[in-house]
């Protein structure tokens, strides 16, 4: 079978390559006919035949490109994904500029905020129970099963304490009536008891008045406190009447769920993150290089692959031996190198990497100006 080998040259058209990617770049369109001469060159030709078809060098330039696209996307993807999750999958990311947020790591502290208090995305309810005279002991699991059927409760604050002492510090009986009152109305007091207080009296003079009544119910009376073990809530000191005790509470099973919303449509790991393949036209020369180089990588790999079919072929007289595996060996080597420089690279470019290049910049610019002589001012 006489199977064609590369010619001398090529005319690529749309639909050479296997996936199409830049078939319509009218920049790829002529640079793909470059690279393809330029690697049957490097390989030898015209001195060495080429068993390779300007097919193959169409599939080696695009999948550089695409590598090439892949580890740019990657590296982006790494250094925004914290501002990326949660974003729309129809958002187009690639030739965009990021501006990075504090959103995710604000959603990320939520959990913090659900167990004290203080914000986060799990809804605390309240409820009560109604106090009996001399029960101490009150079960809230029976209470959940009666308010909240079938689920788990988790206890977080029980309203159980002496009431404030500031609204056992006034005097109904002064301040009240005639024109003084008429007047701490006027100025939004006359809720308060005895409101003129708040004009004749020194403000640390009321402190001190609310610490003794803390104080003196701290330790003149039976201490306020509660034990909340297994969902039995035990009250100190033991109820005398009966009163609508309230509490506040979270379902165990909101808190647990770790999917607080649909998120179709939206970004949620790197696989769905919306970078397309780069438009080449917009890769700058520095770039198209390192395509080129790795182009010609996959092009030795491939040739060497052929050639690698036979190890040794018979000519008059002798047999000549075939460089497939040398090629193979190259192919790899210069794959691996450009790979590895690229990713340095792009890691010195993240955020962490340029912040770091500052750093150092800003160290050595402090002991080179701390080796400026300092002038001497004579007054």
């Given at each position: ?277 780069l438009t080449y036209k917009y890769i700058n020369p520095m770039g198209r290089q390192w395509i080129f180089k790795y182009t010609l990588a996959l092009a030795k790999e491939m040739l060497g ?75």
């Amino acid at each position: 079978m006489n199977i064609p080998i590369w010619p001398g040259s090529s005319s690529f058209f749309p639909g050479m390559t296997p996936f199409g990617y830049y078939d319509y770049d009218y920049e790829f369109q002529q640079d793909v006919d470059r690279v393809a001469d330029w690697c049957s060159k490097r390989l030898g030709f015209p001195i060495m035949e080429v068993e390779l078809q300007d097919l193959n060098f169409y599939a080696a330039a695009e999948e550089a490109v695409t590598e090439f696209g892949m580890l740019i996307n990657m590296y982006s993807t790494k250094d925004y994904m914290l501002s990326l999750v949660g974003s729309a999958t129809s958002s187009a990311l690639t030739n965009n500029v990021i501006t990075p947020n504090m959103g995710r790591v604000v959603n990320l502290a939520h959990n913090y905020g659900n167990e004290v208090g203080s914000g986060g995305d799990v809804d605390w309810k309240k409820g009560y129970i109604v106090l009996t005279g001399s029960v101490q002991t009150y079960d809230l699991d029976a209470w959940a099963d009666i308010n909240e059927p079938g689920k788990n409760i988790e206890i977080k604050r029980v309203y159980h304490d002496f009431a404030p002492a500031i609204s056992r510090y006034f005097d109904p009986y002064v301040g009240t009536g005639g024109g003084t009152q008429q007047m701490l109305d006027s100025f939004g007091w006359g809720s308060y008891s005895p409101a003129v207080s708040f004009m004749v009296m020194p403000l640390y003079a009321d402190l001190l008045r609310i610490q003794a009544i803390e104080m003196n119910d701290q330790i003149r009376k039976s201490s306020y406190s509660f034990e909340l073990r297994n969902n039995k809530l035990n009250l100190f000191p033991i109820p005398t009447v009966s009163l609508n005790m309230w509490f506040e509470y979270v379902i165990v099973e909101d808190r647990n769920n770790p999917i607080k919303a649909d998120a179709s449509g939206k970004v949620t790991d790197i696989s769905n993150v919306p970078f397309d393949n780069l438009t080449y036209k917009y890769i700058n020369p520095m770039g198209r290089q390192w395509i080129f180089k790795y182009t010609l990588a996959l092009a030795k790999e491939m040739l060497g692959n052929i050639r690698g079919k036979y190890t040794s072929i018979p000519i008059p007289g002798a047999e000549t031996t075939l460089n497939g595996a040398d090629l193979i060996a190259q192919g790899r080597e210069d794959k691996l190198a450009l790979t590895t420089d690229l990713k340095e690279l792009l890691q010195s470019l993240t955020r962490q990497g340029q912040f770091e290049q500052e750093q150092a910049i800003a160290t050595a610019m402090n002991y080179q100006l701390g080796k400026v002589p300092l002038p001497i001012y004579i007054k």
